[in-house]
């Protein structure tokens, strides 16, 4: 069973800034693509930022030039550094791992509990 663990979440003012961690642990053969999603109060969960196992990117357009995602694959984590927040960047945000199972080969999807950012005007 793999457990993907967030923090680094809280209150900051807008135009502040918060680095996001999550570290995947259990057994774990190689992990493929990880990402950030978030989901505000009466909205849709909705991709953040994601990364490959080589280090290529994609953003939402909304965080685009504030937002950057990076990794440490020996260390199983994924990172989101948030710059110049704003009150609409207010959500959970949560990670994704797609793990590959190393009987099947297969790619599993895990989440892990989120973490609450809040940034006030």
């Known amino acids: 069973q793999v457990q993907l663990v967030e923090s680094g979440g809280g209150l900051v003012q807008a135009g502040g800034s918060l680095r996001l961690s999550c570290a995947a642990s259990g057994v774990i053969f190689k992990i493929n693509a990880m990402g950030w999603y978030r989901q505000a109060p009466g909205k849709q969960r909705g991709l953040v930022a994601a990364?490959?196992?080589?280090?290529?990117?994609n953003y939402a357009d909304s965080v685009k030039g504030r937002f950057t995602i990076s990794r440490d694959n020996a260390k199983n984590t994924v990172y989101l550094q948030m710059n110049s927040l704003k009150p609409d960047d207010t959500a959970v945000y949560y990670c994704?791992?797609?793990?590959?199972?190393?009987?099947?080969?297969?790619?599993?999807?895990?989440w892990g509990k989120g973490t609450l950012v809040t940034v006030s005007s």
């Open positions: 994704n791992a797609g793990v590959v199972d190393i009987a099947t080969m297969e790619v599993r999807g895990y």
């Open positions: 990364i490959t196992s080589a280090g290529s990117t």
